[in-house]
């Protein structure tokens, strides 16, 4: 798989301060669609998906939702461990409207 782009945050442990690295990989044909893998590296785990589409446009979008869903619903965020950027609150991606109401100011402002 060729990366299209990343991400790096940071989490704010225990352990000290970690870096967190999202993927996302350029989109491919699959079967009946087009397939957009993704992957976020957590200090402690791995998570890999993709985001389908009728277009490799929608299955970009489709993954940035699904990696938005998956920082928005880990306990990182829920703990308030989780940052992006100085300055900035939120992460940057989009997450689908069943869930908007989880956004950090900066991206309820901008997403």
């Not at 044909?29 to 277009?55: F, K, L, M, Y």
């Not at 829920?78 to 900035?88: A, I, P, V």
């Amino acid at each position: 798989m060729e990366e299209l782009v990343a991400r790096t945050l940071t989490v704010n442990a225990k352990e000290g301060r970690q870096t967190l690295t999202v993927r996302i990989f350029r989109p491919m044909v699959a079967q009946a669609s087009w397939e957009c893998p993704w992957q976020i590296e957590w200090p402690d785990r791995t998570r890999t998906n993709s985001g389908h589409g009728v277009d490799s446009m929608q299955a970009v979008l489709h993954a940035m939702q699904m990696v938005g869903s998956e920082l928005y619903a880990s306990e990182e965020h829920r703990s308030g461990h989780l940052t992006w950027k100085e300055g900035y609150s939120g992460y940057g991606f989009p997450v689908p409207v069943q869930i908007r109401d989880l956004l950090l100011r900066d991206d309820a402002r901008f997403l």
